[in-house]
């Protein structure tokens, strides 16, 4: 029988081993909980109903979790999208080689072809498809109108004592429209993947995989005070994900390993002990999404954008592991 502590079952560091999601924090037995985790959501796209169209013949989901709620987009070629009186930055994801115009209330427009990472600041702004291609756009739940499209609302009408907060306020950003290209961030294998961030929100992007990935490899992990979203923008994943146990058997479920397709988003809690491989040929493109903003990414210089928000009110805002 293995008696190996689970403190011991994972590297401690993002990137630690191949796996595209390295251990990010030590595991620990959920033994002493007072409350019973929630479990994983897992929501297919295609072939769902939309949830909004607003670009001309486009195709939109929008699937929250508690601090922030993400939008999956096909834009159509010239579509535009408009958003008033966004209360912090949001983050637009263009996974394949989509031009697209964002535009910004004082501030240059920018235009861009993916793959790309756009941060936009607060206030009025609009993105523009100068191609049809897939968007993904990440809101913080300050955005109250955004929350209202998510499909799944339901599922957060409850607090949850295990999950870290977003601060009373967003930490100040550079105000500007700033776009950073995939090809200009070099890859780094300890890190694993390009990791950037708003004044609320954190995104990791791994590098598209061709193929499955050496399952004698796997790391499985935990985040102890924040919620993590696994978006599969290309390909099969599998997430395996256990709950760990309390003392009360009614707590107590069955492990689960699920597998999805893109476009996928599932939505994994605090305390679930999780690892996801890629199944299938490739290719295989995934972005993770935190809110707030992970302390323990930026301690140790994955963040690439760090140094556009102040290290005072870094200290003070952004929330890692507990």
């Known amino acids: 029988m293995n008696t190996t502590p689970l403190a011991q079952a994972s590297s401690g560091l993002p990137g630690g081993g191949s796996h595209p999601h390295g251990g990010h924090a030590a595991l620990r037995a959920g033994g002493g909980s007072a409350e019973a985790l929630r479990p994983p959501a897992f929501y ?24 922030f709620c993400i939008a999956y987009t096909w834009a159509s070629d010239g579509g535009i999208a408009t958003r008033e009186d966004l209360p912090d930055e949001h983050i637009i994801v263009i996974p394949g080689a989509t031009p697209i115009r964002v535009a910004a209330q004082g501030c240059r427009q920018v235009s861009v072809t993916g793959p790309a990472v756009v941060i936009v600041p607060p206030g009025t702004s609009s993105v523009t498809a100068d191609g049809p291609g897939a968007l ?32 009373d306020r967003p930490a100040p950003g550079p105000g500007t429209v700033r776009a950073y290209r995939a090809a200009d961030i070099p890859d780094d294998p300890v890190r694993s993947g390009q990791i950037l961030r708003s004044d609320s929100l954190m995104i990791r992007w791994l590098p598209p995989a061709q193929d499955s990935h050496d399952t004698d490899l796997l790391q499985p992990h935990l985040h102890a005070g924040f919620e993590q979203a696994s978006v599969a923008l290309q390909g099969d994943y599998v997430h395996h994900l256990r709950t760990p146990w309390t003392p009360r058997l009614r707590d107590w479920r069955d492990d689960e390993h699920v597998q999805v397709t893109s476009p996928s988003i599932t939505i994994i809690p605090p305390g679930i002990i999780h690892t996801t491989r890629p199944a299938g040929a490739g290719p295989h493109h995934l972005v993770d999404v935190f809110a707030p903003p992970r302390a323990d990414f930026s301690a140790a210089g994955w963040v690439t954008n760090d140094g556009e928000y102040p290290t005072a009110v870094n200290a003070s805002v952004i929330g890692g592991t507990r």
């Open 44 to 67: 297919e796209l295609a072939g769902q109903n939309l949830d909004e169209a607003e670009f001309t013949a486009e195709h939109s989901w929008y699937i929250r979790g508690r601090n």
């Open 136 to 167: 993904l756009r990440v809101f913080s739940a300050r955005a109250a109108g955004i929350l209202a499209r998510a499909r799944n609302g339901a599922r957060y009408g409850d607090a949850d004592p295990a999950l870290a907060p977003l601060p």
